[in-house]
Protein backbone atom coordinates (compact mmCIF):
# COMPACT_ATOMS: atom_id res chain seq x y z
CA UNK A 1 0.00 0.00 0.00
CA UNK A 2 1.45 3.38 -0.74
CA UNK A 3 0.33 5.51 1.26
CA UNK A 4 1.12 8.82 3.54
CA UNK A 5 0.09 10.37 6.99
CA UNK A 6 1.74 12.45 9.92
CA UNK A 7 2.98 10.67 13.60
CA UNK A 8 3.28 14.41 15.09
CA UNK A 9 5.56 16.29 12.84
CA UNK A 10 7.43 12.98 11.29
CA UNK A 11 5.90 12.61 8.01
CA UNK A 12 4.89 9.31 6.99
CA UNK A 13 5.36 6.91 3.98
CA UNK A 14 4.89 3.45 3.14
CA UNK A 15 5.31 1.49 0.25
CA UNK A 16 5.94 -2.16 -0.54
CA UNK A 17 7.74 -3.15 2.21
CA UNK A 18 8.76 0.00 3.96
CA UNK A 19 7.62 2.96 6.38
CA UNK A 20 9.81 5.49 6.06
CA UNK A 21 9.40 8.38 8.45
CA UNK A 22 10.84 12.14 7.76
CA UNK A 23 10.86 15.10 10.48
CA UNK A 24 9.57 17.91 8.92
CA UNK A 25 10.75 20.39 11.38
CA UNK A 26 14.32 19.65 12.12
CA UNK A 27 16.82 17.40 10.20
CA UNK A 28 16.66 14.09 12.24
CA UNK A 29 17.97 11.02 10.60
CA UNK A 30 14.98 9.02 8.74
CA UNK A 31 13.32 5.83 10.59
CA UNK A 32 13.31 3.16 7.77
CA UNK A 33 11.44 -0.17 8.82
CA UNK A 34 11.93 -3.18 6.36
CA UNK A 35 8.79 -5.88 7.19
CA UNK A 36 10.79 -8.25 4.89
CA UNK A 37 13.67 -8.17 7.43
CA UNK A 38 11.64 -8.01 10.20
CA UNK A 39 11.14 -10.94 12.92
CA UNK A 40 9.70 -13.79 11.27
CA UNK A 41 6.87 -16.13 12.59
CA UNK A 42 8.02 -19.23 14.73
CA UNK A 43 7.37 -22.16 12.71
CA UNK A 44 4.45 -24.45 14.55
CA UNK A 45 3.00 -27.47 13.62
CA UNK A 46 0.11 -28.05 10.48
CA UNK A 47 -2.68 -28.75 13.34
CA UNK A 48 -1.70 -25.38 15.32
CA UNK A 49 -1.60 -23.37 11.99
CA UNK A 50 -5.00 -23.89 11.47
CA UNK A 51 -6.06 -24.01 14.97
CA UNK A 52 -8.58 -21.16 14.16
CA UNK A 53 -10.58 -23.15 12.10
CA UNK A 54 -10.25 -21.98 9.32
CA UNK A 55 -8.64 -22.74 6.12
CA UNK A 56 -4.69 -21.92 5.57
CA UNK A 57 -3.13 -18.96 3.90
CA UNK A 58 -0.36 -18.55 1.23
CA UNK A 59 2.95 -17.34 2.32
CA UNK A 60 2.86 -13.25 2.61
CA UNK A 61 5.17 -10.89 0.81
CA UNK A 62 5.83 -8.69 3.35
CA UNK A 63 4.03 -5.65 1.89
CA UNK A 64 2.51 -2.91 3.84
CA UNK A 65 -0.75 -3.51 4.05
CA UNK A 66 -2.28 -0.39 6.65
CA UNK A 67 -0.76 1.57 9.05
CA UNK A 68 -2.15 3.82 12.13
CA UNK A 69 -1.51 6.62 14.40
CA UNK A 70 -2.64 7.31 17.82
CA UNK A 71 -4.27 10.51 18.83
CA UNK A 72 -1.30 11.89 20.94
CA UNK A 73 1.37 11.22 17.98
CA UNK A 74 3.29 9.11 20.05
CA UNK A 75 2.50 5.91 18.87
CA UNK A 76 2.57 4.16 15.29
CA UNK A 77 0.83 0.63 14.34
CA UNK A 78 1.50 -1.18 11.26
CA UNK A 79 0.71 -4.91 9.50
CA UNK A 80 1.89 -6.34 6.73
CA UNK A 81 1.02 -9.09 4.30
CA UNK A 82 2.86 -11.90 6.13
CA UNK A 83 0.28 -11.16 8.89
CA UNK A 84 2.41 -9.11 11.30
CA UNK A 85 1.27 -6.53 13.72
CA UNK A 86 4.26 -3.91 14.41
CA UNK A 87 3.73 -1.88 17.28
CA UNK A 88 6.23 1.41 17.59
CA UNK A 89 7.08 4.36 19.73
CA UNK A 90 7.79 7.66 17.67
CA UNK A 91 8.56 9.91 20.91
CA UNK A 92 11.44 10.79 21.68
CA UNK A 93 12.56 8.50 19.36
CA UNK A 94 11.71 5.80 17.29
CA UNK A 95 11.22 2.61 19.22
CA UNK A 96 9.75 -1.19 17.64
CA UNK A 97 7.44 -2.39 20.78
CA UNK A 98 6.97 -5.67 19.52
CA UNK A 99 5.97 -7.73 16.33
CA UNK A 100 2.97 -9.11 16.69
CA UNK A 101 0.32 -11.84 14.55
CA UNK A 102 -2.82 -11.97 13.58
CA UNK A 103 -5.26 -14.47 12.42
CA UNK A 104 -5.82 -13.07 8.76
CA UNK A 105 -4.52 -10.12 6.26
CA UNK A 106 -5.72 -6.70 7.71
CA UNK A 107 -7.19 -4.10 6.13
CA UNK A 108 -7.81 -1.18 8.61
CA UNK A 109 -6.20 -0.07 11.98
CA UNK A 110 -7.27 2.03 14.75
CA UNK A 111 -6.29 2.78 18.31
CA UNK A 112 -8.44 3.70 20.80
CA UNK A 113 -8.57 7.19 22.19
CA UNK A 114 -6.87 5.88 25.85
CA UNK A 115 -4.10 4.91 23.77
CA UNK A 116 -4.64 1.00 25.49
CA UNK A 117 -6.14 -0.69 22.98
CA UNK A 118 -5.39 -1.34 19.11
CA UNK A 119 -8.82 -2.60 17.00
CA UNK A 120 -7.51 -4.51 13.59
CA UNK A 121 -9.73 -5.25 11.18
CA UNK A 122 -9.82 -8.19 8.58
CA UNK A 123 -10.76 -9.43 5.42
CA UNK A 124 -12.67 -12.08 6.95
CA UNK A 125 -15.02 -9.65 8.96
CA UNK A 126 -13.39 -10.19 12.00
CA UNK A 127 -11.97 -7.34 14.57
CA UNK A 128 -9.44 -7.91 16.97
CA UNK A 129 -8.65 -5.97 20.07
CA UNK A 130 -5.04 -6.11 21.38
CA UNK A 131 -3.56 -4.35 24.31
CA UNK A 132 -1.07 -1.38 23.99
CA UNK A 133 0.28 -2.05 27.64
CA UNK A 134 1.09 -5.37 27.31
CA UNK A 135 2.75 -5.40 24.08
CA UNK A 136 3.47 -9.16 23.72
CA UNK A 137 -0.27 -10.28 24.18
CA UNK A 138 -1.94 -12.16 21.94
CA UNK A 139 -4.82 -10.50 20.15
CA UNK A 140 -8.66 -11.14 21.16
CA UNK A 141 -11.51 -11.60 18.80
CA UNK A 142 -13.81 -8.75 19.55
CA UNK A 143 -16.31 -8.86 17.22
CA UNK A 144 -17.56 -10.24 13.65
CA UNK A 145 -19.15 -9.53 10.32
CA UNK A 146 -20.25 -11.57 7.33
CA UNK A 147 -18.02 -8.99 4.89
CA UNK A 148 -14.83 -8.10 4.44
CA UNK A 149 -13.78 -5.08 6.62
CA UNK A 150 -12.48 -2.19 4.40
CA UNK A 151 -12.53 0.27 7.39
CA UNK A 152 -12.77 0.75 10.99
CA UNK A 153 -13.08 4.01 13.50
CA UNK A 154 -13.57 4.62 17.15
CA UNK A 155 -15.72 7.38 18.43
CA UNK A 156 -13.29 9.88 20.23
CA UNK A 157 -15.21 9.20 23.83
CA UNK A 158 -13.92 5.36 22.95
CA UNK A 159 -17.95 3.99 23.16
CA UNK A 160 -18.42 2.79 19.74
CA UNK A 161 -16.58 0.69 16.94
CA UNK A 162 -17.47 1.95 13.76
CA UNK A 163 -17.04 -0.55 10.74
CA UNK A 164 -17.56 -0.50 7.14
CA UNK A 165 -17.62 -3.40 4.98
CA UNK A 166 -17.68 -4.87 1.34
CA UNK A 167 -22.02 -4.92 1.37
CA UNK A 168 -22.09 -1.27 1.26
CA UNK A 169 -23.20 -1.42 5.85
CA UNK A 170 -21.53 1.37 7.99
CA UNK A 171 -22.09 -0.56 11.25
CA UNK A 172 -21.99 1.36 15.05
CA UNK A 173 -21.58 -1.46 17.29
CA UNK A 174 -21.12 -0.43 21.30
CA UNK A 175 -17.24 -1.01 22.12
CA UNK A 176 -17.93 -2.83 25.27
CA UNK A 177 -20.39 -5.36 24.15
CA UNK A 178 -19.91 -5.41 20.34
CA UNK A 179 -22.78 -7.94 20.06
CA UNK A 180 -25.00 -4.75 20.73
CA UNK A 181 -25.25 -2.78 17.85
CA UNK A 182 -26.17 0.82 18.24
CA UNK A 183 -27.20 1.42 14.65
CA UNK A 184 -26.55 0.53 10.44
CA UNK A 185 -25.55 3.68 8.38
CA UNK A 186 -27.20 2.83 5.25
CA UNK A 187 -27.65 4.48 2.08
CA UNK A 188 -24.37 3.35 -0.37
CA UNK A 189 -24.75 1.03 -3.58
CA UNK A 190 -20.70 -0.25 -3.27
CA UNK A 191 -18.30 -1.01 -0.70
CA UNK A 192 -17.81 1.42 1.95
CA UNK A 193 -13.81 2.09 1.28
CA UNK A 194 -12.72 5.15 3.80
CA UNK A 195 -13.79 6.20 6.99
CA UNK A 196 -13.35 9.59 9.11
CA UNK A 197 -14.77 11.46 12.41
CA UNK A 198 -14.11 15.10 11.48
CA UNK A 199 -11.93 16.94 14.29
CA UNK A 200 -14.44 18.99 16.80
CA UNK A 201 -17.55 17.30 15.43
CA UNK A 202 -17.86 14.00 17.63
CA UNK A 203 -20.97 12.78 16.54
CA UNK A 204 -20.61 13.45 12.82
CA UNK A 205 -19.60 10.23 10.54
CA UNK A 206 -17.70 10.98 7.00
CA UNK A 207 -17.78 7.92 4.71
CA UNK A 208 -16.60 7.68 1.03
CA UNK A 209 -17.80 4.53 -1.07
CA UNK A 210 -17.17 2.53 -4.17
CA UNK A 211 -20.44 4.62 -5.92
CA UNK A 212 -18.37 8.00 -6.02
CA UNK A 213 -20.64 9.26 -3.03
CA UNK A 214 -19.23 11.38 0.11
CA UNK A 215 -21.99 11.03 2.90
CA UNK A 216 -22.30 12.89 6.33
CA UNK A 217 -24.15 10.97 8.87
CA UNK A 218 -25.10 11.31 13.48
CA UNK A 219 -23.75 7.86 13.42
CA UNK A 220 -25.14 7.14 16.89
CA UNK A 221 -28.48 7.44 15.49
CA UNK A 222 -27.79 5.96 12.13
CA UNK A 223 -29.22 9.50 11.05
CA UNK A 224 -27.82 10.42 7.16
CA UNK A 225 -27.42 14.10 7.12
CA UNK A 226 -25.96 14.81 3.80
CA UNK A 227 -24.80 13.21 0.14
CA UNK A 228 -22.78 14.38 -2.76
CA UNK A 229 -21.87 12.55 -5.54
CA UNK A 230 -18.38 13.43 -6.75
CA UNK A 231 -19.27 12.54 -10.47
CA UNK A 232 -22.03 15.15 -10.48
CA UNK A 233 -20.10 17.82 -8.24
CA UNK A 234 -16.96 17.10 -11.13
CA UNK A 235 -19.21 17.66 -14.07
CA UNK A 236 -20.64 21.35 -11.91
CA UNK A 237 -17.35 22.70 -11.41
CA UNK A 238 -15.45 20.85 -14.74
CA UNK A 239 -17.84 21.11 -17.32
CA UNK A 240 -15.27 19.74 -19.50
CA UNK A 241 -15.02 16.44 -17.20
CA UNK A 242 -15.47 13.44 -19.22
CA UNK A 243 -19.49 12.45 -18.31
CA UNK A 244 -19.10 9.22 -20.07
CA UNK A 245 -16.46 7.78 -16.51
CA UNK A 246 -18.02 5.85 -14.13
CA UNK A 247 -17.89 7.49 -10.46
CA UNK A 248 -14.50 6.83 -9.52
CA UNK A 249 -14.21 5.09 -5.46
CA UNK A 250 -13.43 7.39 -2.79
CA UNK A 251 -9.89 6.10 -1.61
CA UNK A 252 -9.71 8.78 1.10
CA UNK A 253 -11.30 10.99 3.34
CA UNK A 254 -9.50 13.68 5.31
CA UNK A 255 -10.18 16.46 7.57
CA UNK A 256 -7.92 19.37 8.62
CA UNK A 257 -7.05 19.68 12.53
CA UNK A 258 -9.89 22.24 13.06
CA UNK A 259 -12.32 20.29 11.73
CA UNK A 260 -13.11 22.74 8.56
CA UNK A 261 -12.07 21.54 6.01
CA UNK A 262 -12.43 18.10 4.62
CA UNK A 263 -10.63 16.62 0.94
CA UNK A 264 -11.65 13.72 -0.68
CA UNK A 265 -9.64 11.61 -3.02
CA UNK A 266 -10.87 9.38 -5.45
CA UNK A 267 -9.14 6.79 -7.32
CA UNK A 268 -7.18 7.49 -10.29
CA UNK A 269 -8.56 11.14 -10.65
CA UNK A 270 -6.42 14.04 -10.81
CA UNK A 271 -7.93 16.21 -8.48
CA UNK A 272 -9.17 16.56 -5.04
CA UNK A 273 -12.36 17.82 -3.99
CA UNK A 274 -12.40 20.07 -0.87
CA UNK A 275 -15.93 20.82 1.59
CA UNK A 276 -16.54 22.65 4.00
CA UNK A 277 -18.37 21.31 7.04
CA UNK A 278 -20.56 23.76 9.44
CA UNK A 279 -22.63 23.02 12.42
CA UNK A 280 -24.09 26.22 12.04
CA UNK A 281 -25.07 25.85 8.35
CA UNK A 282 -28.33 24.01 7.49
CA UNK A 283 -26.29 22.46 4.90
CA UNK A 284 -23.71 20.84 7.26
CA UNK A 285 -21.10 19.60 4.24
CA UNK A 286 -21.12 21.99 1.55
CA UNK A 287 -18.80 21.88 -1.75
CA UNK A 288 -15.67 24.35 -1.36
CA UNK A 289 -13.62 24.07 -4.25
CA UNK A 290 -11.59 21.65 -6.75
CA UNK A 291 -7.85 21.52 -7.03
CA UNK A 292 -6.98 20.01 -10.52
CA UNK A 293 -3.56 18.17 -10.06
CA UNK A 294 -0.74 18.30 -12.71
CA UNK A 295 -0.53 14.23 -11.73
CA UNK A 296 -2.93 11.47 -10.49
CA UNK A 297 -3.10 11.89 -6.67
CA UNK A 298 -2.04 8.41 -4.57
CA UNK A 299 -2.93 9.40 -1.39
CA UNK A 300 -3.24 12.97 1.07
CA UNK A 301 -3.05 14.16 4.63
CA UNK A 302 -3.50 16.91 6.81
CA UNK A 303 -0.11 18.18 9.22
CA UNK A 304 -0.94 19.75 12.05
CA UNK A 305 -0.64 22.77 10.67
CA UNK A 306 -3.76 22.63 8.50
CA UNK A 307 -1.74 22.02 5.29
CA UNK A 308 -2.79 19.26 2.98
CA UNK A 309 0.28 16.78 1.78
CA UNK A 310 -0.04 15.11 -1.40
CA UNK A 311 1.97 12.17 -2.83
CA UNK A 312 1.52 11.99 -6.88
CA UNK A 313 2.26 9.89 -9.46
CA UNK A 314 5.59 11.67 -10.87
CA UNK A 315 9.09 11.10 -10.61
CA UNK A 316 9.56 14.63 -10.78
CA UNK A 317 8.20 16.05 -7.82
CA UNK A 318 6.28 13.37 -5.98
CA UNK A 319 4.83 15.58 -3.19
CA UNK A 320 2.78 18.65 -2.50
CA UNK A 321 2.39 21.09 -0.08
CA UNK A 322 -0.91 23.06 -0.39
CA UNK A 323 -1.90 26.12 2.12
CA UNK A 324 -5.48 27.81 2.46
CA UNK A 325 -4.80 31.49 1.62
CA UNK A 326 -7.60 33.82 0.94
CA UNK A 327 -10.27 31.03 0.53
CA UNK A 328 -8.06 29.18 -2.21
CA UNK A 329 -5.79 25.93 -1.80
CA UNK A 330 -2.83 27.05 -3.27
CA UNK A 331 0.65 24.84 -4.18
CA UNK A 332 3.28 25.91 -1.83
CA UNK A 333 6.40 24.68 -3.78
CA UNK A 334 9.33 26.51 -1.95
CA UNK A 335 8.19 25.44 1.23
CA UNK A 336 11.29 24.62 3.48
CA UNK A 337 9.73 21.83 5.28
CA UNK A 338 8.25 19.82 1.43
CA UNK A 339 12.13 20.14 0.78
CA UNK A 340 13.69 18.53 4.15
CA UNK A 341 11.17 15.71 3.44
CA UNK A 342 11.90 15.77 -0.76
CA UNK A 343 15.66 14.80 -0.26
CA UNK A 344 15.32 12.35 2.45
CA UNK A 345 11.99 10.97 0.53
CA UNK A 346 13.30 10.61 -3.37
CA UNK A 347 15.73 8.03 -2.41
CA UNK A 348 13.31 5.60 -1.57
CA UNK A 349 10.52 7.11 -3.82
CA UNK A 350 13.10 6.41 -6.87
CA UNK A 351 12.86 2.25 -6.45
CA UNK A 352 9.20 1.82 -6.10
CA UNK A 353 7.89 0.23 -9.26
CA UNK A 354 5.76 2.58 -11.15
CA UNK A 355 3.12 -0.46 -11.81
CA UNK A 356 2.79 -0.80 -7.88
CA UNK A 357 2.06 2.75 -7.59
CA UNK A 358 -0.70 2.59 -10.20
CA UNK A 359 -2.41 -0.47 -9.39
CA UNK A 360 -6.05 -0.64 -8.41
CA UNK A 361 -7.33 -1.33 -4.50
CA UNK A 362 -10.80 -1.81 -5.24
CA UNK A 363 -11.05 -3.41 -8.73
CA UNK A 364 -11.63 -6.74 -7.66
CA UNK A 365 -14.45 -5.58 -4.37
CA UNK A 366 -17.33 -4.13 -7.18
CA UNK A 367 -20.23 -6.47 -7.69
CA UNK A 368 -21.31 -7.44 -10.83
CA UNK A 369 -24.91 -7.61 -11.58
CA UNK A 370 -26.73 -9.76 -13.52
CA UNK A 371 -29.91 -9.22 -15.79
CA UNK A 372 -31.74 -12.26 -14.85
CA UNK A 373 -35.13 -11.45 -16.08
CA UNK A 374 -34.13 -10.13 -19.65
CA UNK A 375 -32.54 -13.63 -19.72
CA UNK A 376 -35.53 -15.32 -18.34
CA UNK A 377 -37.63 -13.85 -20.65
CA UNK A 378 -35.33 -14.51 -23.56
CA UNK A 379 -35.25 -18.01 -23.01
CA UNK A 380 -39.32 -18.45 -21.93
CA UNK A 381 -39.88 -16.79 -25.83
CA UNK A 382 -37.88 -18.92 -27.29
CA UNK A 383 -39.64 -21.80 -25.65
CA UNK A 384 -42.73 -20.85 -26.39
CA UNK A 385 -41.92 -20.47 -29.96
CA UNK A 386 -40.13 -24.28 -30.37
CA UNK A 387 -43.69 -25.21 -28.30
CA UNK A 388 -45.91 -23.61 -31.22
CA UNK A 389 -43.20 -24.77 -33.97
CA UNK A 390 -44.32 -28.32 -32.49
CA UNK A 391 -47.57 -27.98 -32.47
CA UNK A 392 -48.22 -26.29 -35.74
CA UNK A 393 -45.57 -29.64 -37.05
CA UNK A 394 -47.94 -32.37 -34.98
CA UNK A 395 -51.33 -30.50 -36.71
CA UNK A 396 -49.54 -30.13 -40.42
CA UNK A 397 -48.82 -34.03 -39.31
CA UNK A 398 -52.85 -34.73 -38.46
CA UNK A 399 -53.97 -32.92 -40.87
CA UNK A 400 -52.23 -35.22 -43.70
CA UNK A 401 -53.15 -38.68 -42.08
CA UNK A 402 -56.36 -37.50 -42.22
CA UNK A 403 -56.26 -36.56 -45.68
CA UNK A 404 -55.26 -40.04 -46.52
CA UNK A 405 -57.55 -41.73 -44.33
CA UNK A 406 -60.23 -39.40 -46.19
CA UNK A 407 -58.61 -40.43 -49.65
CA UNK A 408 -58.81 -44.18 -48.58
CA UNK A 409 -61.95 -44.40 -47.84
CA UNK A 410 -63.87 -42.36 -50.98
CA UNK A 411 -61.83 -45.32 -53.37
CA UNK A 412 -63.05 -48.49 -52.02
CA UNK A 413 -66.21 -49.60 -53.69
Known amino acids: MTAVGFCGHWFLFTYETKLVAVHTKQS ?13 KP ?21 VL ?35 WVVRRCTSLVFSQAEDELLVADKSGDVYSFSVGEPQRGGELKMGHLSMLLAVTM ?23 PYSIQSFCLGHQQFVS ?35 DLGQLEEAMCPQADKERQNPAVCRVSSSPDGRHV ?14 LDEVDEKKLVPHSRLCLPHCPLDLSFD ?13 APLQIHTLRQNSWQCDPENSDLSRVTEAFRPHWK ?46 TNDNKRLKETSAAGTQP
Do not use: M
Open 28 to 40: REPFVFDCSSAEK
Open 351 to 396: TLDASTRTNSRFEHLYKESYDNVTSYLQKKQQRLEEQQLKRTKTQK
Open 263 to 276: AVLCERVSAVQFFL
Open 194 to 228: ALQIPSGHPHWLLSGSGDGTVKLWEYESGRRLQSW
Open 155 to 177: SPDDKYIITADRDEKVRVSCHRS
Open 43 to 63: KTSKADSNSDGGPSEEAGSDR
Open 304 to 316: LEGRLWVLLDSSD
Open 66 to 100: AFAVSSSGKLLALTDDTKRLVLFQCEPSWRCVSVR
